[in-house]
Structure formats: C-alpha cells, structure tokens
C-alpha cells in the first residue's frame, strides 16, 4: 500500500513541476530568442563594420525581447526599430550597437542617456561602464523601463522622468553621453555637462538627420567650450521634444 501512495504521489508531483514548467514564460522564451539574438549580432551588427568586442559580447546577452510590447516580441531581434507605445519608438539593433561602440566605453565610465524608452539602450551601458543615467520625458514608459529595469537587475541605471534638454547636472560631469531623439541642434547643457575627452553621440535634424560625434577638448577660455565634430551616419530618430523645440 505504502508502494502504491508513493508511486501516486510522485506522479501528482511530476504533473505539478511539468504545469509549473508550462506557466514560466520565461523558460521557453529566453530558450527560442537565444539563437536569434546570436544571428542578430553576427548577421546585422559584425557585418556592418561594429568591432569592438565588449559590445558585441553585450548585444549577444541583452534580452532586447524583454525590452518590447509582447505583440512584437516574435520581431525583436529583426532589422528595424519597433514601436514601444506613447509615439515612441526602440532602435534598430544595428544602430544601438553601432551609437554605443562610437562611445568607446570603459568600465569605470559614467554615462548619461537622454531619451529612455523601454530601456534597452541603457540596459546595455550599464553591461559597459559603472554608473548609467537615464532621462525619459514620456512618465509612463520612464516608469515601465524603472520597473524593467530594476526587475531586470540593473541596479547601476538611475531613471529620471523630466526633459532631458538640460541634461542631469547634479550627477556632471559624464564619461560619455548619448542622445536617442532628434534636436535640429546640439544642446549645451549637453556639452556643459561632458567631461573633458568625454564623448557624445546625437542625431541631428528635423527631415533629414544625421548621426554626430562630439568629442569634448580642453578648455582654451574658462566661458568657452571647445570640441571635435564628426558626422558619421545618415539616420531617422523620433524628434525631441520638451524644452528643444524652444530653442
């Protein structure tokens, strides 16, 4: 009798653990996005010209598909930006990749991001350098991509919900700072708030943008600030809003 009870319980046991199994998105999930992820480095990103290894480690480990409405989860690691709600959008793989190699980021760097979204972008930073500041103007997906962000573990991304225009001076000056909406200008607060040899990346324009890389010099004169301009891609960005239009 005793026989029987433990070949029946262990039986109720295996269905529990098998229904358990079935209720965790996250197993299946994460198991049929790993191989995509891997083509999306090797097909969109390596064979673009992005070289540098520790980003192309990260873009291989970031689960961009956490990072998109569930409806679009099956094209996450497609060729293209995808929309995230509220007007907005979450870049092409490539150009995520490629803004974040222009940084050359090291490990004790501290970089500043304006434009948040679903927090992608910063999720992969925070793999690279120390500290991540973020700013998203649109509440409710600042306070999704907190919550995701913090549920995902990246506890070195501090999130703010503000306008991003005047950048986050209490926590000057950044190692490096990237810019994933479209001013038709270079903010200076933005450059104010750029370390010396620090590095910004913005795309630039209203119809037709291009990508610029800014790089901060020393100072020649303590009211003037002195940098380096590269113009190094044709791209298309969702428009900053806030205090840019203003100016």
């Known amino acids: 009798m005793r026989g029987k009870l433990g070949i029946t319980l262990a039986i109720i046991l295996a269905g529990l653990a098998l229904i358990a199994a079935c209720d965790d998105d996250s197993q299946p999930d994460e198991a049929g996005f790993v191989e995509p992820r891997q083509d ?18 990260v873009m291989r480990k970031v689960e961009r598909h956490q990072f998109v409405p569930e409806k679009y989860r099956d094209e996450a690691y497609d060729d293209h930006p995808l929309p995230i709600g509220e007007g907005q959008t979450i870049s092409q793989p490539y150009i995520v990749a490629y803004m974040t190699e222009q940084l050359k980021l ?22 690279l350098c120390a500290e991540v500041y973020t700013i998203e103007i649109v509440e409710p997906l600042g306070e999704e991509a907190r919550e995701r962000l913090a549920r995902m573990g990246y506890d070195n991304v501090h999130v703010k919900i503000g306008d991003g225009y005047k950048g986050w001076p209490e926590h ?19 450059l104010e ?10 795309p630039v324009g209203s119809v037709e943008q ?4 800014l790089t901060r010099l020393p100072d020649e004169k303590p009211d003037e600030i002195r940098t380096s301009e590269e113009s190094v891609l044709p791209v298309r960005f969702v428009p900053m809003t806030g205090e840019a239009r203003e100016h």
């Not at 999306?40 to 480690?57: C, F, H, N, P, Y």
């Not at 004790?108 to 793999?127: F, N, P, R």
């Not at 291009?210 to 890389?213: A, D, I, K, T």
């Open 193 to 202: 708030q750029l370390k010396v040899g620090g590095r910004l990346i913005i």
């Open 40 to 57: 999306m480095v090797k097909q969109q990103i390596v064979r673009r010209g992005v070289k540098d290894a520790r980003v192309l480690e």
């Open 172 to 190: 000057a000056p950044f190692d490096a700072i990237i810019v994933t909406a479209a001013p038709d200008h270079v903010p200076q607060p933005l």
């Open 210 to 213: 291009e990508l610029r890389v």
């Open 106 to 127: 090291k490990p004790e760097d501290k970089a500043l991001e304006i434009g948040t979204g679903s927090g992608y972008q910063a999720a992969v930073l925070a793999e």
